[in-house]
């Protein structure tokens, strides 16, 4: 299978489903990465510019992939945190999944509650509809008419903060590790996803001492296990599946089931 990532900044999809990912290519899948900033506005020191983070937060992204066995890193260059233009983000994204023609792809939930960050719901939702868009030939016809083909990718899988219960979880315990390693790649973002993701607050730093990177060790780990818990796994990431139809997501009765009092069907677990 050819699978597209598309995420807003160099972290999302490594914090999100790193294990995932690096089980996806050992099982010899093949990723692309599609990185829509280039992570500019991520720091709350005062000390670099943005510029200076954005080509750190790159290259830190490309190591990260390299971990995973991500072959190849792109960037789509739109500004971080601004509110990017939607209609120029769906453009490109459905221009990336023609270019790519994958068979699956992974982005962050739009629908989550209290999900903040406008590049996380713009980017999701871009995402979603590149995946259930593409396929029609009367959309963005120079794209067609430059020779790109119609596409139809066959499912997008939601990760992060998400709008409902899981329908799916992966076991991640044998890559636990390689999501690690590739997470500690981030240092220009270690402190923020510190107070974010950590238990046990000690005061803020900017650097990625030895001191964060071990926390950062642990939180990554709590979560895996907490995730895991109610499928019975060690550790685990935790996705919302949708199957993809053009113009729609092929979802109606699971949708519909649960609100006719029907039973929510067992998510699906990947062991
Ligand atoms: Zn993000």
Redesign the pocket.
Known sequence: MKILAIF??PD?SHLNAGGTLARWITEGHCVVSVCCTAGGLGTLSGEISSAQLAAQRTAELRAADAVLGIAVTEMLGFPDGEGMDFSSLRRELVRCVRRHAPDRVLTLDPWARYEI?P??TLVGRAAAEAATFACFPLLYPDQIAEGLSPCQPSEIWFMGQLGDTPNTFVNIEPWLNQKTEALLHFEATLATLDVLMSTSKSPRSFVATEELKQRTRHWISELACRTGKSAGLNAAEAFIVQRCAPGHFDNYWEQQGPRLGEERPAPRIIR
């Open positions: 807003p900044h999302d960050h590049d996380h």
